[in-house]
């Protein structure tokens, strides 16, 4: 579960937009991470998968508020994947149940602190009580303005472009109204802006079926620490590393979007 520990909360941004402070150019507005390495962890210190899942989850609220205080509006993190189906019965149950365990503990707190929760992934194959929890965290947090946090919860980046088309041609859209902007309208993402930085810890080098279109042209970013490991140095690390980017787009350098 998320870490239960008396800490600061996260700061609320003032609801004025006159009022808010522009992010800086070198503060990404979305950050993405593939958190990976709880397994890897867990082995490491002689304990069980579960444990080791339990402790990278744990460190979601630590890495939230670090994230939050640094001015990153939007955070969405790879949870669950829908090829992680395929792993043991054994672990997916406990994924599920440390799920359930965080919703039901988490939620009100988060609102309380001004967090937006959504979900973005599949909903109809999770456990009922899980699925309940997350509908319920979300209704609950609709409207507050601090950091987003997307959970990608059973997700995966090439169903959800599938599941988009399937939408598309069941609304029989004709084919010349068919652009870029109109599949953003259909993917899980579509009121999300796209990711700037995409952060994969435990050294991995793939974006294992994550969010494949939205990060066209994300900046990249890959650690060797493994989540549960993952803190605010490595928050700053990442966006000294980001700051440091010149984003293109495929244009020639200096040329205007």
């Given at each position: 579960?998320?870490?239960?520990?008396s800490?600061?909360?996260?700061?609320?941004?003032?609801?004025?937009?006159?009022?808010?402070?522009?992010?800086?150019?070198?503060?990404?507005?979305?950050?993405?991470?593939?958190?990976?390495?709880?397994?890897?962890?867990?082995?490491?210190?002689?304990?069980?998968?579960?444990?080791?899942?339990?402790?990278?989850?744990?460190?979601?609220?630590?890495?939230?508020?670090?994230?939050?205080?640094?001015?990153?509006?939007?955070l969405?993190?790879?949870?669950?994947?829908?090829?992680?189906?395929?792993?043991?019965?054994?672990?997916?149950?406990?994924?599920?149940?440390i799920?359930?365990?965080?919703?039901?503990?988490?939620?009100?707190?988060?609102?309380?602190?001004?967090?937006?929760?959504?979900?973005?992934?599949?909903?109809?194959?999770?456990?009922?009580?899980?699925?309940?929890?997350?509908?319920?965290?979300?209704?609950?947090?609709?409207?507050?303005?601090?950091?987003?946090?997307?959970?990608?919860?059973?997700?995966?980046?090439?169903?959800?472009i599938v599941?988009?088309?399937?939408?598309?041609?069941a609304?029989?859209?004709p084919?010349?109204?068919?652009?870029?902007?109109?599949?953003?309208?259909?993917?899980?993402?579509?009121?999300?802006?796209?990711?700037?930085?995409?952060?994969?810890t435990?050294?991995?080098?793939?974006?294992?079926?994550?969010?494949?279109?939205?990060a066209?042209?994300?900046?990249?970013?890959?650690?060797?620490?493994?989540?549960?490991?993952?803190?605010?140095?490595?928050?700053?690390?990442?966006?000294?590393?980001?700051?440091?980017?010149?984003?293109?787009?495929?244009?020639?350098?200096?040329?205007?979007?």
């Open positions: 579960m998320i870490s239960q520990t800490e600061p909360s996260i700061s609320k941004p003032s609801t004025d937009v006159a009022e808010q402070k522009p992010i800086r150019s070198s503060v990404p507005n979305h950050v993405a991470i593939i958190m990976d390495g709880n397994g890897r962890w867990a082995s490491e210190h002689c304990l069980s998968r579960t444990d080791g899942h339990r402790a990278g989850t744990e460190n979601i609220r630590r890495i939230l508020r670090a994230f939050s205080d640094r001015g990153v509006r939007y969405t993190l790879y949870a669950f994947s829908t090829e992680n189906w395929e792993r043991p019965t054994e672990e997916v149950r406990a994924l599920m149940l799920m359930q365990e965080v919703i039901l503990t988490e939620a009100e707190r988060l609102h309380g602190e001004g967090v937006r929760l959504v979900h973005i992934g599949r909903l109809d194959r999770l456990p009922a009580e899980v699925r309940q929890g997350i509908l319920d965290a979300i209704e609950m947090t609709k409207d507050n303005t601090g950091i987003t946090v997307a959970l990608a919860y059973d997700y995966g980046g090439r169903s959800e599941e988009a088309v399937k939408a598309m041609v609304e029989k859209i084919v010349d109204q068919i652009d870029e902007q109109l599949i953003d309208r259909y993917l899980y993402t579509a009121d999300l802006p796209d990711p700037d930085l995409v952060i994969r435990a050294g991995e080098m793939r974006l294992s079926n994550f969010l494949l279109w939205q066209a042209y994300a900046e990249y970013y890959s650690t060797s620490t493994f989540w549960p490991d993952f803190d605010e140095l490595d928050v700053d690390k990442a966006l000294e590393a980001y700051g440091q980017r010149r984003r293109k787009y495929g244009r020639v350098e200096g040329q205007q979007p």
